[in-house]
């Protein structure tokens, strides 16, 4: 019997299945239509679920297996890195959800290393409280078109033409040149930037102590998002790290479950 994977996260639920040879991905934002789809699948395939609603979502599918979230995302992150021939013995994960979760990965599997309410939910929650948008792809296509230094204080304007001890285009502090009259694109970008900045600045401390230097980013808040991507480059030089950016890093939790439903299948099919 094939295998259905489902992340079912705070905010999406992200599925990964077979058809004809070929893996199919698929992201739900509305729990109606995901047991909708799920209701009529269930009937001829396994359901390997993980998240955290996965508990909740077994309540309605008793046969569902659940998939530890951290194993999941961390295996899938490898196959997806896998997927794309890159060839990371050990790096730092990044998981932007709804909030976001750090881990060590290597050889000998996967640790957390901490984690912060600073994520997607961040953007969705405030990016609409800021501006009155409350589309993703909206937010994002904005935050895209706004310059922050209009809203953020930079170093630079604090010592005007004296020398800083630091780089003058650094922030000295998020939101403090914003008022009333702040457009919402330039908010939206220093939102994006403030949260890449503590995604960063939290990375690099905890990746230090471990000697790690690639930076592996998941979660849906990458999904068409450049203005994120580029601000989570941005200290590479600075801080010393490489960020990586699968192109399906959304799946990983779906894909990771899923592979852990294809291999225990394929064991039980062969005993
Ligand atoms: P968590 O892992 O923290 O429990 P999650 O798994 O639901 O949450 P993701 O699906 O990885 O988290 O990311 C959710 C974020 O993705 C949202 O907060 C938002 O910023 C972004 N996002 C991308 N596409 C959409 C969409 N269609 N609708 C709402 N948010 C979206
Ligand atoms: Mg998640």
Known sequence: MSVIGVDAGGTLTKIVYEENGALHFKTF??????????????????????????????????????VGEFEAVCSGAKLLLKEEK???????????????????????????LL?????????????????????????VRLSKEGKRELVDLSVRDVYEAMNSPVPDH?????????????????????????????IILLASQASQAHKLEDFVFIGSTLKSNPALKE???????????????????????????????????????RQ
Not at 47 to 57: N, R
Not at 90 to 112: A, H, M, P
Not at 125 to 131: A, H, Q, V
Not at 236 to 251: C, H, N, R, V, W
């Open 29 to 66: 934002s509305s729990e109606q239509q995901v047991l909708q789809w799920l209701g009529i699948l269930a009937q001829n395939h396994k359901l390997y679920i993980t998240g955290g609603k996965a508990e909740k979502w077994r309540g309605i599918f008793p046969h569902a297996h659940i």
């Open 115 to 139: 984690g912060s309410g600073l994520g997607g939910g961040t953007f969705m929650g405030l990016g609409g409280l800021l501006t009155g948008e409350s589309d993703y792809y909206e937010l």
């Open 231 to 269: 601000d989570l480059s941005q200290f590479q030089d600075m801080l010393s790290y490489t960020p990586i950016f699968p192109e399906k890093g959304a799946y990983a939790g779906s894909l990771g479950a899923f592979d852990v439903g294809r291999g225990s299948e394929h064991s039980q099919n």
């Open 86 to 112: 890159t060839d990371l013995k050990q790096f730092t994960l990044i998981n932007i959800g709804t909030g976001t979760s750090f881990f060590k990965v290597d050889e000998n599997g996967c640790e957390r």
């Open 170 to 198: 650094l922030t000295a502090a998020n939101f403090a040149k914003g008022d009333a009259f702040s457009k919402k694109a330039d908010k939206l970008r220093a939102l994006t930037n403030m949260i890449a900045e503590t």
